[in-house]
């Protein structure tokens, strides 16, 4: 049973930043996509940011464009998403999960691509 154990989040001021990380159990992670989703108070859950099994390629969300950053460490099984410039609408839970499928030709954007989940960490931006 694959597990991913997220760390980092917390409440911080706008404008400044953030790191979350995502810790994937197995040995298979490098042929994993793995994506970074989130969930605004309620309001349904929005793709972030998504990176290939190689990390040549990444895609993320028109809303963070510019201002995260998600990168691979393959050889210690993590995922980490960067957010600066933090905005009051970057709250909510963030999630990372790992595609279903090994090898794919495109980053997945859309939650059933993914086939494991983060247990989810919460993210709160004062204004």
């Known amino acids: 049973q694959v597990q991913l154990v997220q760390s980092g989040g917390g409440l911080v001021q706008a404008g400044t930043s953030l790191r979350l990380s995502c810790a994937v159990s197995?040995?298979?992670?490098?042929?994993?996509?793995m994506g970074w989703f989130r969930q605004p108070p309620g309001l349904g859950q929005e793709f972030v940011a998504g990176?290939?099994?190689?990390?040549?390629?990444?895609y993320y969300g028109d809303s963070v464009k510019g201002r995260f950053t998600i990168s691979r460490d393959n050889i210690h099984n993590t995922v980490h998403l960067q957010m600066n410039s933090l905005k009051p609408e970057d709250s909510g839970v963030y999630y990372c999960?790992?595609?279903?499928?090994?090898?794919?030709?495109?980053?997945?954007?859309?939650?059933?691509?993914?086939?494991?989940w983060g247990q989810g960490t919460q993210v709160t931006i004062s204004s």
């Open positions: 197995g040995r298979t992670f490098s042929n994993y996509a």
């Open positions: 999960a790992k595609d279903r499928l090994a090898f794919r030709t495109v980053v997945p954007t859309t939650p059933s691509d993914f086939g494991s």
């Open positions: 990176i290939s099994w190689s990390g040549d390629n990444t």
